[in-house]
């Protein structure tokens, strides 16, 4: 029996809750797959105070740490991580950089191009220090995994020589929040609401329903805009309205919840809401259907590969149509209708993920 792959993933943007956005679930997921196999010795590479977010999951002996937090511990991931650990038969980067000099496959997942398409989207330090060192990663991994087919589109757009080396490998077309019991949040318990999951960085677009919300309100007066997620790492935009509707009750900004209350209010929320003009993946469309929510979407092609159906498409910059797509379901109670089913899980994520790694090794 061949010896198990010596595979180092690199989660160093995971903090030690091990919860958060869709590239830290990426990562928490792949690992728990990843370690649940037999062919595979997996070994973590995480930043320095975060090695409990792997608990359970890999022997502490397996969990290697950098030091330095931002920008300082991405230049030391670039310059010295494919040297942690001792030797591996794979690499994987997981959040735009590979470690330079892998001694064995390098796997990069791109979850967008945003860096290059959106640059000022990001703070200037962003700006300045990940485009360079992410295209030669991009340029020098064997194995590019691509989380949607426009993603790929946006890689080959830049790089037409990586085509051959790139893979499409979805995401689940469910959500791992199906695991975990779901938490009622009491204050919107009873209330209709609306739903949007995202920071308020400007390709999110939360500020276009926050600027439509009171076209909304004048319709249904007890209606309420849910927000979620992390600040911005770099520019803002909550929309003109924002602290007006905040202060009256009309928009509830609670960024960042647990699983089990996230799970809650997608089961609970008339609306789901998906405005972004620029995604890699779309993860809140899909766990919206998942769940048995309406969507509402943005015309962007990745949104739109994550709910090809079930979903209602709408442009990016009309909140006049917002406005009454949202009143409209608000004004009704939300159909009772099953999620989604899942057609395909993690399980398939890291199969494939391996399956490119297998191709490289041929």
Not at 246 to 266: F, I, K, N, Q, T
Request: aromatic share 4%.
């Amino acid at each position: 029996m061949p010896s198990p792959l010596r595979y180092l993933l690199v989660g160093t943007h995971v903090p030690a809750s091990g919860q958060g956005g869709g590239m830290v679930r990426y990562v928490m997921e792949m690992a728990r797959g990843l370690a649940a196999r037999d062919d595979v010795e997996l070994h973590v590479l995480a930043g320095a105070g975060a090695e409990a977010a792997f608990t359970g999951l890999v022997t502490p002996d397996r969990v290697h740490t950098l030091p330095g937090r931002g920008p300082l511990v991405s230049a030391v991931e670039r310059l010295a991580g494919a040297r942690v650990g001792g030797r591996m038969d794979v690499v994987h980067g997981t959040k735009h950089l590979l470690p330079r000099g892998v001694p064995g496959v390098g796997v990069l997942t791109v979850h967008d191009m945003l860096a290059l398409d959106r640059p000022h989207d990001f703070g200037l330090a962003k700006r300045v220090l990940v485009r360079a060192p992410y295209l030669a990663s991009l340029r020098a991994a064997d194995a590019l995994v691509c989380v949607s087919a426009a993603t790929r589109d946006r890689v080959t757009s830049y790089l037409p020589s990586v085509a051959s080396r790139t893979t499409v490998v979805h995401h689940p077309d469910g959500s791992s929040l199906t695991s975990v019991a779901a938490e009622e949040v009491p204050e919107l318990a009873g209330r209709p609401f609306a739903l949007v999951v995202g920071d308020p960085s400007p390709r999110k677009n939360v500020g276009l329903v926050v600027d439509a919300w009171a076209a909304v309100r004048a319709a249904v007066p007890d209606a309420v805009l849910v927000v979620v997620g992390p600040d911005s790492w770099g520019p803002t935009d909550r929309g003109a309205a924002f602290s007006a509707m905040a202060a009256e009750g009309a928009v509830a900004a609670m960024g960042h919840v647990s699983d089990p209350r996230l799970r809650w209010l997608y089961e609970h929320a008339r609306v789901v809401l998906c405005p972004s003009l620029a995604e890699g993946f779309g993860l809140p469309a899909a766990e919206g259907l998942t769940f048995g929510a309406p969507v509402l979407t943005s015309e962007d092609p990745a949104l739109a590969e994550a709910s090809p159906v079930g979903a209602q498409r709408l442009p990016g910059r009309r909140p006049e149509v917002w406005a009454a797509a949202i009143t409209e379901h608000l004004r009704r109670p939300r159909p009772d209708v099953a999620g989604r089913p899942a057609r395909r899980g993690w399980d398939d994520v890291v199969e494939e993920t391996l399956e490119a790694v297998r191709r490289v090794q041929r």
